[in-house]
């Protein structure tokens, strides 16, 4: 039988990472035991992070051309258009109301994006005249250069569940669309002053990321889901050395966009611009919204399994006061550490005793435990020793015992002498009734009076025969 039940538990873990090979491009996460003291709780590190790009999205940089020369030049294009969602945290999974799983709390988190437009080109110069090294690297004048960037981030420490979810947002640098040069109306040269009224523009997006929901189904299942940090969901444990579970989680990011109008008083002095912006006036954009549905993460929750025990042991009979010891083999083919405590009626305290009382029973591995009986009194004994084990579905295992106290055997009693002169009659008179044996001494005193006479009847020796 346990060498039947071995060879299944090495098949099942065998099978478990087949599986997992085959259904998970990423290895599992395998649950520990939540500490050494608590063998009825695993948890297992989760990560998950995914980027959703716009098909728009691109960058292009040709670098520093050409390559080793005192003039360079670079021209760059990009168009940025991703949220990126990082999220962590732990699956742990309870028994003995097999399965409780349950994602407490939350590890470290990050959102992230970044959309708009860059276009420029620059110069690098590197390069010695007379003795002199000049170095500068800038923009190349009169081409146009857009930075209409906006990034956001943030980094939290939750699973965000709605509603309460995480909020970031950026703001992009000004760019000018116009500008009306009233001092050159009046006259004054560009060359000197410019000065007049400008608009500029602001773009601002804000995404806020929310998750709906965790799912966390056995591999290849699909059930309810997890829906905010103290909720907890059961899935029925069907048995075995381990169990496996997909776990995912689902959400969404909300977009907000904003552009900012900026009427603006600008004066430039010989090359340095001063503005004062009049007013901001912001125009809200409907932009909608992105669901995020990450990659399911494998999760493989290491069980202990015991075989069952026998349904009954029978010590036969034994004197009280001795005692007698059966074995009992207690078998894990489960993949983690299984525990066993022994409880038994307390109406036979101190009649049944286990050595040891609690064992712990590695995986692949098996340890006897010896039940004893010390009958304290005469008669049969029934009743019933429980096992109560870490084993998700053997959490009682039940042995009922049979055993017979019998009683110690009478000790003989001494001899006890009769007083001299008694019979044994009742009375004590010294008389006995007719037929009754002599006794010792007076079948003594008839052989010495019946040899005295029998010597006086003998002829004497010199007597002549007649």
């Given at each position: 039988m346990r060498s039947g039940r071995?060879?299944?538990?090495?098949?099942?873990?065998?099978?478990?990472?087949?599986?997992?090979?085959?259904?998970?491009?990423?290895?599992?996460?395998?649950?520990e035991y939540c500490s050494e003291t608590e063998l009825e709780c695993t948890v297992a590190q989760l990560d998950f992070d995914k980027t959703k790009q716009l098909p728009v999205a691109f960058s292009y940089d040709t670098g520093w051309i050409p390559p080793n020369s005192d003039l360079q030049v670079k021209v760059y294009a990009e168009l940025p258009a991703y949220t990126r969602v990082e999220l962590s945290g732990d699956l742990e999974t309870t028994w003995p109301n097999a399965m409780m799983l349950a994602t407490p709390g939350g590890g470290p988190a990050?959102?992230?994006?970044?959309?708009?437009?860059?276009?420029?080109?620059?110069?690098?110069?590197?390069?010695?005249?007379?003795?002199?090294?000049?170095?500068?690297?800038?923009?190349?004048?009169?081409?146009?250069?857009?930075?209409?960037?906006?990034?956001?981030?943030?980094?939290?420490?939750s699973w965000a569940f709605e509603p309460n979810g995480v909020s970031t947002s950026g703001l992009s640098p000004k760019v000018r669309l116009f500008d009306v040069n009233l001092l050159g109306l009046v006259g004054i040269p560009s060359q000197l002053s410019k000065g007049g009224v400008a608009l500029d523009v602001a773009g601002e997006l804000e995404a806020t990321y929310q998750t709906e929901r965790i799912r966390v189904e056995?591999?290849?299942?699909?059930?309810?889901?997890?829906?905010?940090?103290?909720?907890q969901i059961n899935r029925p444990f069907p048995g075995g050395a381990f169990v496996e579970y997909d776990v995912w989680p689902e959400g969404r990011v909300d977009y907000k966009g904003?552009?900012?109008?900026?009427?603006?008083?600008?004066?430039?002095?010989?090359?340095?611009?001063?503005?004062?912006?009049?007013?901001?006036?912001?125009?809200?954009l409907s932009i909608g919204s992105t669901e995020f549905i990450?990659?399911?993460?494998?999760?493989?929750?290491?069980?202990?399994?015991?075989?069952?025990?026998?349904?009954?042991?029978?010590?036969?009979?034994?004197?009280?006061?001795?005692?007698?010891?059966?074995?009992?083999?207690?078998?894990?083919?489960?993949?983690?550490?299984?525990?066993?405590?022994?409880?038994?009626?307390?109406?036979?305290?101190?009649?049944?005793?286990?050595?040891?009382?609690?064992?712990?029973?590695?995986?692949?591995?098996?340890?006897?435990?010896e039940i004893a009986f010390s009958p304290k009194s005469s008669g049969p004994v029934k009743?019933?020793?429980?096992?109560?084990?870490?084993?998700?579905?053997q959490r009682f295992m039940k042995i009922t015992l049979l055993a017979n106290g019998a009683a110690l055997p009478d000790e003989p009693l001494p001899d006890d002498p009769k007083p001299s002169g008694a019979t044994g009659e009742t009375g004590g008179c010294g008389c006995r009734a007719a037929g009754d044996a002599p006794s010792g001494g007076r079948w003594l005193g008839a052989l010495v009076l019946g040899a005295f006479a029998w010597r006086r009847r003998r002829p004497a020796p010199w007597t002549a025969a007649a």
């Amino acid at each position: 039988m346990r060498s039947g039940r071995l060879a299944v538990g090495l098949s099942s873990a065998l099978s478990a990472l087949v599986w997992t090979s085959v259904a998970s491009a990423s290895p599992a996460v395998i649950a520990e035991y939540c500490s050494e003291t608590e063998l009825e709780c695993t948890v297992a590190q989760l990560d998950f992070d995914k980027t959703k790009q716009l098909p728009v999205a691109f960058s292009y940089d040709t670098g520093w051309i050409p390559p080793n020369s005192d003039l360079q030049v670079k021209v760059y294009a990009e168009l940025p258009a991703y949220t990126r969602v990082e999220l962590s945290g732990d699956l742990e999974t309870t028994w003995p109301n097999a399965m409780m799983l349950a994602t407490p709390g939350g590890g470290p988190a990050l959102l992230q994006f970044e959309y708009g437009l860059a276009i420029g080109a620059q110069a690098k110069i590197d390069l010695t005249v007379a003795g002199i090294g000049i170095k500068w690297t800038g923009d190349i004048p009169f081409v146009p250069k857009i930075d209409f960037k906006i990034a956001g981030q943030k980094e939290f420490s939750s699973w965000a569940f709605e509603p309460n979810g995480v909020s970031t947002s950026g703001l992009s640098p000004k760019v000018r669309l116009f500008d009306v040069n009233l001092l050159g109306l009046v006259g004054i040269p560009s060359q000197l002053s410019k000065g007049g009224v400008a608009l500029d523009v602001a773009g601002e997006l804000e995404a806020t990321y929310q998750t709906e929901r965790i799912r966390v189904e056995p591999a290849g299942g699909s059930e309810t889901s997890i829906q905010s940090h103290a909720d907890q969901i059961n899935r029925p444990f069907p048995g075995g050395a381990f169990v496996e579970y997909d776990v995912w989680p689902e959400g969404r990011v909300d977009y907000k966009g904003t552009l900012h109008i900026i009427p603006t008083l600008f004066v430039e002095v010989l090359g340095k611009d001063f503005s004062m912006p009049l007013v901001d006036i912001p125009v809200t954009l409907s932009i909608g919204s992105t669901e995020f549905i990450f990659d399911p993460v494998r999760v493989h929750v290491p069980l202990p399994d015991f075989e069952p025990v026998p349904v009954t042991l029978d010590f036969g009979t034994v004197s009280v006061g001795g005692e007698k010891r059966l074995a009992v083999d207690l078998s894990n083919v489960g993949e983690a550490k299984a525990r066993a405590n022994a409880f038994f009626d307390s109406s036979h305290t101190g009649v049944f005793q286990s050595y040891p009382p609690e064992v712990l029973v590695a995986s692949m591995a098996s340890k006897k435990v010896e039940i004893a009986f010390s009958p304290k009194s005469s008669g049969p004994v029934k009743t019933e020793l429980t096992f109560v084990t870490n084993d998700p579905d053997q959490r009682f295992m039940k042995i009922t015992l049979l055993a017979n106290g019998a009683a110690l055997p009478d000790e003989p009693l001494p001899d006890d002498p009769k007083p001299s002169g008694a019979t044994g009659e009742t009375g004590g008179c010294g008389c006995r009734a007719a037929g009754d044996a002599p006794s010792g001494g007076r079948w003594l005193g008839a052989l010495v009076l019946g040899a005295f006479a029998w010597r006086r009847r003998r002829p004497a020796p010199w007597t002549a025969a007649a």
